[in-house]
């Protein structure tokens, strides 16, 4: 099955400076990237999602690479702010499920 | 469209007994994934039904089951809970499987006692 590793585990940053979370996966198979935002006490929720096709997406301050023979992905968040604030989970989809990362804890500091 | 709903919420049990929980997907959404939600173990995988069949199986303990009804509601059952259950039990709707994003409900917050 799919293998998601994820790093930091603890990212804390200045508000406005950029945040960046690394992610690899090990399924060559895989073919669509997730990456979910998860507030304390609250569900995860989809941001930004990239598929195999695309090597960037970007979503305002919000960018996902992939680069496919490296099998690793990465998000990228600029100008933070004090509501980034929250884990953050990558995923890869593998044999039909989805695998997560064990996620990162980004703290934006005033 | 109503998003994706989990009842109950919240749900305190003891050593033993058996839960079954309940997820709706989000209407037109065929695709229901459970997963378990834990500080140590992030989140892991439990199943995922597809028009009624399960398709595809994490590495849970078959105390572990569920099943999905013709209108795409599906329900998880624990058998014989442990103290290593509790946990936060989130499930994810999809149009279909695989490339399709997955929009997650609130979850069920299940402690064992």
């Known amino acids: 099955g799919e293998n998601v590793e994820q790093h930091p585990s603890t990212l804390s940053v200045q508000e406005g400076d950029s945040a960046v979370i690394k992610c690899t996966y090990s399924?060559?198979?895989?073919?669509?990237f997730p990456w979910y935002k998860q507030e304390l006490g609250k569900r995860p929720q989809l941001i930004i999602d990239i598929r195999s096709n695309v090597g960037e997406k970007k979503d305002q301050r919000i960018a996902v690479t992939l680069n496919k023979t490296a099998k690793h992905f990465s998000l990228h968040i600029t100008e933070t702010q004090p509501e980034d604030s929250a884990v953050y989970f990558c995923?890869?989809?593998?044999?039909?499920?989805?695998?997560f990362g064990a996620g990162t804890t980004v703290t934006v500091r005033a | 469209k109503a998003g994706v709903t989990q009842t109950p919420r919240y749900l305190i049990k003891t050593r033993g007994q058996q839960v079954t929980l309940s997820c709706s997907p989000i209407?037109?959404?065929?695709?229901v994934s459970w997963y378990q939600q834990t500080p140590g173990q992030g989140l892991q995988f439990l199943f995922e039904?597809?028009?009624?069949?399960?398709?595809n199986k994490g590495n849970f303990p078959g105390r572990f089951s569920g099943r999905q009804f013709s209108n795409s509601r599906s329900e998880m059952n624990v058998s014989t809970l442990e103290l290593g259950d509790s946990a936060l039990y989130l499930c994810?709707?999809?149009?279909?499987?695989?490339?399709?994003?997955?929009?997650f409900g609130p979850g069920t917050r299940l402690l064992v006692l």
């Open positions: 995923a890869a989809i593998g044999d039909y499920k989805l695998s």
């Open positions: 994810a709707s999809s149009t279909n499987r695989g490339q399709e994003t997955q929009y």
């Open positions: 039904y597809f028009s009624e069949t399960q398709r």
């Open positions: 399924d060559s198979a895989s073919n669509y």
């Open positions: 209407s037109g959404h065929r695709s």
